[in-house]
Nanobody, 119 residues
Framework: VQVVESGGGSVQPGGSLSVSCEASGSIASIVLMAWYRQAPGKQHELVASVNKGGRQDYGDSVKDRFTISTVNPDNTVYLQMNSLKPEDTGVYYC??????????????WGQGTQVIVSS
């Protein structure tokens, strides 16, 4: 299963960006899709996730500013980021988990996309 991110880029503080991610390959079902980020000098952290039931979870630092949404059965997840702050800068990684066509579980990651928030 392959995961490919797109979007990101540079924006001034207070601005908005969106990133998207598509999982493809032999996918029987997706259990969860999530965004994580790696900021300079900081640990890898969860940004937002959505499970197959539609439940959304957000990291405390992005609640009320970021929104995660999915398009199924396209196996695509979007992350809308508003009111961006310099501390949102980092590499954003998409994660997809589920079962492939053989019934085995998969836990796949994208290559990451850069988000820079700076004046």
């Amino acid at each position: 299963v392959q995961v490919v991110e797109s979007g990101g880029g540079s924006v001034q503080p207070g601005g908005s960006l969106s990133v998207s991610c598509e999982a493809s390959g032999s996918i029987a079902s997706i259990v969860l899709m999530a965004w994580y980020r790696q900021a300079p000098g900081k640990q890898h952290e969860l940004v937002a996730s959505v499970n197959k039931g539609g439940r959304q979870d957000y990291g405390d630092s992005v609640k009320d500013r970021f929104t995660i949404s999915t398009v199924n059965p396209d196996n695509t997840v979007y992350l809308q980021m508003n009111s961006l702050k310099p501390e949102d800068t980092g590499v954003y990684y998409c994660n997809a988990r589920g079962h492939d066509g053989t019934g085995k579980t998969f836990d796949s990651w994208g290559q990451g996309t850069q988000v820079i928030v700076s004046s």
